[in-house]
């Protein structure tokens, strides 16, 4: 079968190798893809958050399956439009990708199933963001309702700076995805990214992994979409998961449903495990990036069989996924200046890959220059993922590799998974 992928990021780049090595697929099409996905198939220069030429690729592809790996394309509807011409798609309908697009919608519907979350209030103006910021205790936690690219979240020490940036978001810092503002309570507790499955009526659960927001060392500087991740997490075990499965998962799966807005697609559940156990803190409604990497390199089923079947309602009939034991990690290398500034067009030399299944480099905001040499292209530039018998030997690998790779513009972490 064919498979078109939209995205083209370290995420889709680990989607793509791992669905190239389903017995499944003869043909793998990226759309935009990356220069690591050109080494599995063919990427056509298409954006993925144009869905009129989405729509016309998909029309003359005629793929067997869609992928769809980032959240726009699927609040723009792309699913939807996928699925009005027939075209199997992994991924949700523009309703139920409200589960990331709306803070405010998720904390409504966590109101109307009993899923727990941090209390909170939607405000609409200064004043109103005012008097509930009295009610509360520092720190204080705000949120653009909209999708902001993962930066409309601010963690305030204390009210004023709370009231500066409330004024800040709703006067338009991020355009009209924060005219509406979600403003909730502080939550303590380790935090875990979990993944499931779901075809809108049955949900699989996948494992979780944790990432790393911040930019430096020690959890210091700005946030990004994330710097580095690693699975398996100890504090999410089977215990846990059966109560995020329980608590959380299958309420949201049931209640979109019964709603009229099934979710068919991967749910990233942004958790807190505290000590009352677990509340969820954001929906995502596709892959995390870089949580992707270390999934993909764990899973050891056939991917393809699992998103046919998410796309095409019969995930009864699949078993639950297979994982390896083995444990990964990833590190992200990103452009000097990232999540500020950066520049583009910066060399890269990668090391002539070995065979060896430990370690994977994949790209993300890589391109070719005329002569074809490779350079970057975006703030997360490569995710350097190992798999290996513990966490600290994957750390090892991985940071090994990366003294591999001459990127002089990059930096990263160098505490990733160090807290394990
Ligand atoms: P989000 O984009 O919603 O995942 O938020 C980004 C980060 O902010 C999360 O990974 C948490 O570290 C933190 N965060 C968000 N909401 C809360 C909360 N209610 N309590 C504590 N930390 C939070
Ligand atoms: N790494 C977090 C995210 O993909 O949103």
Redesign the pocket.
Known sequence: MKVLLIGGGGREHALGWKIKQSPLVAELVSAPGNPGLATLGHCVPVDAENLDDLMALARTERPDLVVVGPEVPLAQGLADQLRAQNIAVFGPSAKAAQLEGSKAFTKAFCDRHNIPT?GYRIVHNEDEAKTYLQTLSPPF?L?ADGLAA?K??V?AADRDEAVLAARDMLGGQFGAASQTLVI????QGV?ASFFALSDGKTVLPLIAAQDH?RAFDGDQGP?TGGMGAFSPVAHMDVAMTKRVMDEIIIPTVQGMQTEGQAFCGVLFA?L?IGPKGPRL??YNVRFGDPECQVLMMRLQSDLVTLLLACANGTLDTVPLPVWDARASVTVVMAAKGYPGAYAKGQPITLPVPDESEAVQIFQAGTSCDEQGNLVSSGGRVLAVTALCPSIEEAVSVAYQEIDQIDFQDGYYRKDIAAKV
């Open positions: 941090a936690v949120k993962g409309g979240v963690i909730e309570e502080f939550m935090e927001k946030n942004g807190m803190i954001e």
